[in-house]
């Protein structure tokens, strides 16, 4: 992947997984594995960041490498590349709440079609649709299932029954990390007429993510999941597609072209993308994100994708050497970086409320969602890491 002429300080790629996770001072006396809530903060990205802040005292707003101009553009080329699409199709936003918000009230939709969610699917992808059912459209949840092949066939039954205008979906369940394939997906959206939105949050950074190849139509995610950026940013795809039936409900003072001129009036809007950037944003998130964009694309994200998955599986295997039972037994050669942890082999009763307080007394911070453990390794997370909370592990089921 291509690094643009980037303006931030040098990065000098470290030389393996043990000095990667050295950038991450909280692992060096604690493990953070949940990577698909929130992220820590690099080494890289404090000191971006401190490296800004002493520019920006000096010059201010004219400060000659960290300008907003500068900043965006080169979030855009890093993203496009991620997402293989083009600059022009990236908008930041602070998170996914909001830009599918946004997105939801600016289109327009059939009266008595229907929206298709996945069941339990994370709030920001669930409630910014709810205004449909006001409008006469409905919102019809399909089960997951216990594999991908499963969930299609519920997804195709679904879209026999007709009248869907729209699917908005995460590629990666954000509690039992399951993938979805979504090239069939978009098949179907294709075939059945249907605008195809996606909640990147768990996949941008995690799995290859090919928006135009999908045919999506939107797409919002959150920067501080495996993307590694800081906390309330969050990244729009929009389509070229999507301006035929577009009308965004906000305008404000970014809105419209040549904003920088604040007089007169004017009612020319920027490009779909930019539209969603209607105000000021937080210029320090963006600095940032960018430097966890150059950190990620210095070391290579095919290289970044492949340690999700190996660390991943190692964690796995050791989980399963203690009779822990997983959601991806059932999808044994699907990748994910989510693990979700469902109970015992053995068939003993499972609390993972109290094994999550355990190790969180032992600092390892873990997640509990929809009934199970959940644990999302990164890039930090070493074998060492994994030995610790083995041992760790060994310690609870020996009480």
């Known amino acids: 992947m291509a690094n643009p002429n980037t303006i931030l300080p040098p990065f000098p790629v470290p030389s393996n997984w043990e000095a990667v996770s050295q950038l991450y001072p909280i692992q060096s006396d604690s493990i953070w594995l949940n990577f698909c809530g929130i992220s820590p903060i690099s080494t890289y990205a404090k000191e971006t960041m401190a490296d800004f802040f002493d520019e920006y005292s000096k010059f201010g707003v004219f400060a000659p490498r960290y300008s907003e101009p500068k900043v965006k553009e080169q979030i855009r080329e890093y993203m496009s590349q991620i997402l293989k699409c083009r600059p022009h199709n990236i908008g930041l936003v602070h998170n996914t709440s909001e830009g599918m918000n946004l997105y939801s009230n600016s289109i327009s939709l059939p009266k008595d079609s229907r929206i298709l969610i996945i069941e339990n699917e994370y709030p920001s992808n669930v409630y910014p649709w709810e205004h449909w059912q006001k409008k006469g459209v409905r919102i019809d949840f399909i089960p997951i299932g216990n594999t991908p092949d499963e969930f299609l066939k519920n997804l195709e039954a679904e879209f026999e029954k007709g009248n869907v205008s729209l699917l908005s979906i995460s590629p990666v369940h954000w509690c039992m990390g399951m993938p979805f394939d979504m090239e069939k997906i978009s098949s179907l959206c294709k075939t059945h007429g249907a605008l195809l939105v996606v909640d990147g949050s768990q996949s941008v950074g995690h799995v290859p993510s090919d928006f135009l190849k ?82 990620l694309t210095d070391i290579g994200y095919p290289k970044v994708m492949h340690r999700i998955y190996e660390i991943s599986d190692q964690m796995s295997q050791m989980l399963r050497g203690l009779g822990f039972t997983l959601d991806s037994d059932h999808f044994p050669n699907a990748k994910s970086g989510i693990i979700g942890v469902t109970g015992f082999a053995s068939g003993k009763t499972f609390q993972p409320e109290a094994i999550q307080t355990f190790l969180k007394g032992k600092k390892i911070y873990t997640a509990v969602r929809l009934g199970r453990l959940r644990l999302a390794p990164h890039i930090p997370v070493t074998e060492t890491h994994i030995g610790i909370l083995e041992k760790t592990l060994k310690e609870y089921l020996a009480l």
């Open 214 to 295: 999908w045919k999506v139509d939107f797409a919002v995610f959150a920067a501080w999941k495996w993307l590694l950026g800081p906390l309330g940013m969050g990244v729009i795809f929009i389509s070229d597609e999507v301006p035929k039936n577009f009308e965004i409900i906000f305008k404000g003072a970014g809105s419209v072209k040549n904003d920088s001129n604040y007089l007169p009036y004017r009612e020319e809007r920027k490009p779909p993308a930019d539209q969603f950037e209607h105000s000021t944003g937080n210029f320090n998130d963006w600095v940032y994100f960018l430097a966890s964009l150059r950190m």
